[in-house]
């Protein structure tokens, strides 16, 4: 029981957590230990486990291995409502909120107090409502629609949701993310006073600035494995950025002799009135240009500005010297530039068709005569490409919906290398994908550019962008903040540089 | 071909050959060639909605105002050909697919530049269209002895032991197979409604494809417009009242998913016979026409369920998905 106010018992407390997904291991025999009144900061690149453990910890995915102690016992957590009722709560990037909702009704969805027959008790939710909202400091009216608010306010909202849970273990999940600089430091306020009440905190952020200023305690996970923690106050940016990044770089990547040709692709003074400015880089023929930084930073959207799903507000696209008018991404992919984008479910495969359909949507004008597909040409356009891609499928008109996200993003990639383009640019490529067919686009992805394909990759992991890039920009909030060149660079310059702390050699 | 087996095409025939033999079984005659021929004709007219609604539906949208369309331009044909007795059966036929094309035009010009959801747009148009017809007729109706024989025998006209009309519902049966499966456009039916975002990522211009669904859909019902009204000979405001569900409805037994982007020309043009038989059987069984509309419904229901089951999630299991 919790009878004494020490904080050197913690108020829950992950031993030996390992959680395994199809072909990928996400946790790895993880500890965490979080201290009523502190703040924990979560370290880790993306991919190193983080919203797993979040998952784990709200009871929406279950440890195959290991233990959740809170005060003591151990406990299980098999739906979302049992993490609740235990006082764990998240506060996640993108909270699910209800626009058309007020935020009384928003705060309290789900356990609103009820009344007389069962009914809600408007009256009760709306003064209970306004103390939480209080309580932070937040001087919203409870009847306010939630949709008229801005994203700080709503984030607030989310704030207040989750302590309308008597919550002793609040975790925020890049909370800053979508934040000005204002509502930043209302933010910080705000967990001063949760600290203040007692509630342990689980603090995730990519922001050296930030853990350093809130936290207490850190913990750093790498690739699933736990392999730092302490106290804030031993240690120094320097030392979490090594223990973040520093990997043996096990993983194994194609070995290229990078010797890229002339200019393919100039890209001048590209700007957006809201997502991105002043960007202007060049590719070369043959060359894996990397373009790395958190997420949010801009990178996908200057890519979908480049490939016409979005207009730029400023800028000229020069293929081969020649000013490109890109107006749709039909305009970009006539010029033989294609994009293959993060999110396979909403933008890559359509599920619904089979593969070799899938493949040669693009390619259609090739694969007709007099305005009429011909099935056996399709067939062979989609052998040859999904062939070079180690592509696991019984057949080829089978539905790409049937298939695993690594086949699918195959399907995808050969889409677009069935189309023989100058410019091949690919966003996150092996983002959520198995190891193998990690290792089958990056051996792909270098046999390109090594018969002169141009490649822009877009990649928020390290090793990948340390293993495939001639070159690498770095982005930050929107703006281009550096370009590197692959030899020397370290993975604690391409950190330092992303987030925005100026160590001594950024 | 064994995947045809497996396939709800393959479900749905042997639905309706089923269907056909029971029917069969209690009253001799029914599946004897001449008569199935007979109902294929009847059908014919619900086969050609069915396949524009199908490339509609393929989108990821509806056309409910098929039907108003269809009576808008049979009536506009009835009018004009009671006016001017001598114009010839195919300027007609021009005319009202002309229209229909309009019509669908003005439905997908909605849906492709002011973003309206379609099935808000063309409940609208379903009923403007339908009191066009007032406004144009008046309220009257064009009666039998005001169309000229030219005009009504058309569809009837035997050409091969068949009547043009089932000939006409070959034709476009024909092209949409062609159509549909062979060519870019028929493609990006699929893709637009199979994965909209996907499409767009691929260079398909979803607005504008949606359009020419609604232009083909609508061009038609135009036609249908002329062929329902010569066939039964009377044009009156009300005409194929409440048909468009009819036309939904063939397309879901058939197979269309109304989510868009899965569905065949074969499944649509099954769905359709499937209707026009227990359409056709129900009345010589004698069985009222409340529990017709029962048993069409259930139908509906019973194909529905049967397509959603059929839905297979991810495999996630290497050695099943070599096997899969």
């Known amino acids: 029981m919790k009878d004494t106010e020490t904080t050197a018992t913690p108020v829950l407390r992950l031993s030996g957590v390992t959680k395994t997904f199809p072909g990928v291991t996400a946790l790895s025999q993880v500890e965490l230990a979080l201290y009523p009144g502190q703040v924990t900061a979560l370290i880790g690149e993306n991919g190193a486990g983080k919203s797993t453990l979040v998952k784990i910890l709200t009871g929406i995915y279950q440890p195959d291995e290991g233990q959740i102690v809170v005060d003591g016992d151990p406990v299980r957590f098999p739906s979302a409502t049992a993490a609740t009722e235990a006082g764990i709560t998240a506060i996640h990037q993108e909270t699910v909120l209800f626009d058309e909702l007020s935020v009384a009704e928003n705060i309290f969805l789900g356990h609103a107090p009820r009344g007389r027959f069962g009914l809600i008790d408007w009256a009760r939710m709306r003064e209970d409502a306004a103390a939480i909202l209080d309580r932070i400091g937040a001087r919203i009216d409870p009847r306010t629609l939630l949709g008229d608010l801005g994203i700080g306010s709503k984030h607030l909202v989310a704030i207040a949701r989750a302590l309308s849970v008597d919550a002793r273990v609040v975790i925020m999940d890049e909370p800053t993310a979508s934040l000005s600089q204002a509502e930043i430091e209302e933010l910080y306020d705000l967990v001063e006073r949760l600290k203040g009440e007692g509630k342990a905190i689980l603090f995730i952020s990519h922001k050296f600035d930030e853990v350093f200023r809130i936290a207490d305690r850190y913990t750093v996970f790498r690739d699933g494995e736990m392999v730092d923690a302490g106290m804030i106050a031993d240690t120094t940016e320097d030392k979490l950025v090594e223990k973040m990044v520093g990997r043996s770089m096990d993983a194994i990547f194609p070995t290229r002799e990078h010797k890229p040709g002339d200019e393919v692709l100039r890209v001048e003074d590209f700007a957006h009135p809201t997502e991105f400015d002043g960007i202007s880089f060049t590719l070369r023929r043959g060359e894996i240009l990397?373009?790395?930084?958190?997420?949010?930073?801009?990178?996908?959207?200057?890519?979908?500005?480049?490939?016409?799903?979005?207009?730029?507000?400023?800028?000229?696209?020069?293929?081969?010297?020649?000013?490109?008018?890109?107006?749709?991404?039909?305009?970009?992919?006539?010029?033989?530039?294609?994009?293959?984008?993060?999110?396979?479910?909403?933008?890559?495969?359509?599920?619904?068709?089979?593969?070799?359909?899938?493949?040669?949507?693009?390619?259609?004008?090739?694969?007709?005569?007099?305005?009429?597909?011909?099935?056996?040409?399709?067939?062979?356009?989609?052998?040859?490409?999904?062939?070079?891609l180690d592509l696991r499928a019984s057949a080829l008109d089978q539905n790409v919906g049937n298939l695993s996200g690594g086949n699918q993003q195959k399907v995808v990639i050969a889409k677009w290398l069935a189309t023989q383009p100058a410019v091949i640019i690919l966003d996150e490529p092996t983002k959520g994908i198995d190891v193998g067919s990690k290792a089958a686009v990056h051996e792909f992805m270098a046999e390109l550019a090594a018969k002169g394909l141009s490649v822009i990759m877009v990649s928020s992991e390290i090793p990948e962008i340390l293993g495939m890039s001639d070159r690498v920009i770095v982005m930050r909030d929107g703006l281009m903040v550096s370009e590197h060149d692959r030899d020397g660079l370290t993975p604690e310059t391409l950190v330092r540089a992303a987030a925005g702390y100026e160590g001594e050699a950024a | 071909m064994t995947g045809f087996l497996k396939s709800r095409e393959a479900i749905l025939l042997g639905a309706l050959i089923a269907l056909i033999l029971v029917v069969e079984m209690r009253f001799s005659g029914f599946a004897a060639p001449g008569n199935l021929a007979d109902v294929f004709n009847d059908t014919s007219i619900l086969i050609i909605l069915a396949l524009g609604q199908t490339l509609v539906i393929l989108t990821r949208c509806i056309d409910l105002s098929q039907?108003?369309?269809?009576?808008?331009?049979?009536?506009?044909?009835?009018?004009?050909?009671?006016?001017?007795?001598?114009?010839?059966?195919?300027?007609?036929?021009?005319?009202?697919?002309?229209?229909?094309?309009?019509?669908?035009?003005?439905?997908?010009?909605?849906?492709?530049?002011?973003?309206?959801?379609?099935?808000?747009v063309t409940l609208g148009t379903l009923t403007i269209y339908r009191g066009i017809i007032f406004v144009v007729s008046g309220g009257e109706w064009v009666n039998s002895h005001e169309m000229s024989a030219a005009y009504k025998a058309f569809p009837r006209a035997e050409f091969l032991s068949l009547p043009v009309m089932s000939w006409i519902c070959l034709a476009v049966i024909a092209a949409f197979a062609i159509g549909v499966n062979r060519t870019a456009l028929g493609r990006a039916?699929?893709?637009?409604?199979?994965?909209?975002?996907?499409?767009?990522?691929?260079?398909?211009?979803?607005?504008?494809?949606?359009?020419?669904?609604?232009?083909?859909?609508?061009?038609?019902?135009?036609?249908?417009?002329?062929?329902?009204?010569?066939?039964?000979?009377?044009?009156?405001?009300?005409?194929?009242?409440?048909?468009?569900?009819?036309?939904?409805?063939?397309?879901?037994?058939?197979?269309?998913?109304?989510?868009?982007?899965?569905?065949?020309?074969?499944?649509?043009?099954?769905?359709?016979?499937?209707?026009g038989t227990i359409k056709n059987a129900l009345p010589v069984a004698g069985i009222s026409p409340f529990w017709q509309m029962a048993i069409s419904g259930a139908a509906i229901i019973i194909a529905v369920a049967f397509n959603t089951r059929r839905e297979t999630g991810r495999v996630i299991l290497k050695s099943a998905e070599a096997k899969a």
């Not at chain 1, 979908?304 to 000229?316: C, E, I, K, M």
């Not at chain 1, 599920?351 to 067939?379: C, D, H, W, Y």
């Not at chain 2, 009536?75 to 010839?88: F, I, K, R």
């Not at chain 2, 083909?216 to 039964?232: E, K, P």
């Open chain 2, 189 to 275: 039916f699929y893709a637009a409604g199979g994965n909209p975002g996907a499409a767009v990522y691929t260079g398909i211009d979803v607005g504008k494809t949606r359009f020419w669904a609604f232009v083909i859909a609508g061009g038609l019902a135009g036609l249908c417009g002329y062929l329902w009204v010569s066939r039964y000979a009377v044009a009156y405001t009300d005409v194929a009242g409440g048909f468009e569900l009819d036309i939904v409805a063939a397309c879901v037994v058939g197979g269309i998913a109304i989510m868009g982007g899965s569905g065949t020309v074969l499944g649509a043009v099954l769905g359709a016979l499937f209707l």
């Open chain 1, 290 to 388: 990397g373009l790395y930084g958190l997420v949010g930073a801009g990178r996908s959207e200057v890519m979908q500005a480049l490939f016409g799903v979005t207009r730029p507000s400023r800028g000229q696209v020069r293929l081969n010297g020649e000013t490109l008018r890109i107006r749709a991404p039909a305009d970009a992919i006539a010029n033989g530039i294609v994009y293959v984008p993060e999110d396979r479910g909403k933008q890559g495969a359509i599920g619904a068709m089979p593969i070799f359909q899938n493949v040669t949507l693009p390619s259609l004008g090739t694969t007709s005569k007099a305005g009429f597909v011909r099935m056996a040409e399709e067939f062979a356009l989609a052998r040859k490409y999904t062939e070079r």
């Open chain 2, 67 to 120: 039907a108003s369309n269809l009576a808008l331009t049979g009536m506009v044909t009835a009018m004009l050909n009671a006016s001017m007795p001598g114009l010839p059966v195919v300027v007609l036929l021009a005319i009202a697919m002309g229209l229909g094309l309009v019509m669908g035009a003005f439905n997908g010009i909605l849906v492709w530049k002011l973003e309206i959801p379609p099935i808000v």
